[in-house]
């Protein structure tokens, strides 16, 4: 009679027996091979605790079920990533045509600015730097200048007739007289 042989058994190289008898024998201690491959799928959670050929081959089943889902969701996920990246050249590329961007041409900086605005822009800013940095001359002569009025007062003097004679032009006449009369003394 033949001897129908369960797949994990022809796989593990265990006892071949008729169908019958092997379906739910339970697995002896003198089975090594089929103790320790039921105590790694015990750990993991797959099978009962009783070691029997049946269960071990469900176990063994759903671990290659479980490996075909991977493969297969490994797989899916490959394609729409590859499908995605394509949806976005093909984005980028219409981009850089809506932009007028020659993606041929060697790679330089690229400027969303179009030149005729970007030249007069940039002209702008390197005269407001040196105005700026005239600015700060002034500033710092000025804040020298006031530390000196502070400091002499003959600057004081002189800044206050200058106020005076710009302020008051009427005292002028009356300057003028006190200057010459006391110039003939």
Request: net charge positive; hydrophobic share 40%; charged share 25%.
């Amino acid at each position: 009679k033949a001897l129908a042989v369960s797949p994990v058994i022809s796989i593990v190289g265990g006892v071949t027996s008729p169908a019958g008898e092997c379906a739910n024998n339970i697995v002896l201690p003198s089975d090594v091979l089929l103790v320790n491959l039921h105590k790694i799928l015990r750990v993991s959670g797959l099978i009962e605790p009783l070691a029997t050929v049946s269960g071990i081959e469900a176990g063994v089943a759903s671990l290659l079920n479980e490996r075909t889902r991977l493969k297969e969701k490994i797989r899916s996920k490959h394609c729409h990533r590859l499908k995605l990246l394509e949806e976005t050249e093909v984005a980028a590329t219409q981009l850089c045509k809506q932009l007028h961007i020659d993606t041929s041409a060697p790679l330089r900086s690229i400027s969303l600015v179009p030149r005729e605005v970007s030249r007069p822009i940039s002209a702008q800013n390197r005269s407001l730097s040196e105005l700026e940095k005239r600015l700060k001359a002034l500033m710092s002569s000025w804040e020298g200048r006031k530390s000196d009025l502070k400091t002499k007062p003959y600057y004081r003097l002189q800044r206050d007739l200058w106020i005076d004679f710009l302020l008051k032009p009427q005292l002028l006449p009356h300057n003028v007289k006190a200057v010459v009369n006391k110039a003939k003394r």
